[in-house]
């Protein structure tokens, strides 16, 4: 089992930035492939970014492109999202996520089997 709390996310003005993290417990955190995805109402989970296990393959959405930039430490637990030029069709609650074992990144959201609680980020205009 893997237990992911994201940090607090927030509101800011369009163009601001924002950085999240995911800090993860109960396995290897090295382990296990992450993502960021992100809902709004009545919509479906939104791929945002993936990692791999060591950090060195990243995907990225087509819309946080040149904009928005995952990272990983290992020896912390943790993920971050760091996010830049945001916007106000970024507001989302945005969610961690991980893939089981020993798996490749994935944009998938059925492809992740842990998720966090999620947190909001609302970007102003």
């Known amino acids: 089992q893997v237990q992911l709390v994201e940090s607090e996310g927030g509101l800011v003005q369009a163009g601001g930035s924002l950085r999240l993290s995911c800090v993860a417990s109960?396995?290897?955190?090295?382990?296990?492939?992450m993502g960021w995805f992100r809902q709004t109402p009545g919509k479906e989970r939104e791929f945002v970014v993936a990692i791999s296990r060591t950090g060195t393959i990243t995907l990225y959405g087509e819309s946080v492109k040149g904009r928005f930039t995952v990272s990983r430490d290992n020896a912390k637990n943790t993920m971050y999202l760091q996010m830049n030029a945001l916007r106000p069709e970024d507001t989302a609650v945005y969610y961690c996520?991980?893939?089981?074992?020993?798996?490749?990144?994935?944009?998938?959201?059925?492809?992740?089997?842990?998720w966090g609680q999620g947190t909001q980020v609302t970007v102003s205009s």
């Open positions: 996520a991980a893939r089981s074992a020993y798996l490749g990144v994935s944009t998938m959201n059925t492809e992740y089997l842990y």
């Open positions: 109960g396995r290897t955190f090295s382990d296990n492939a």
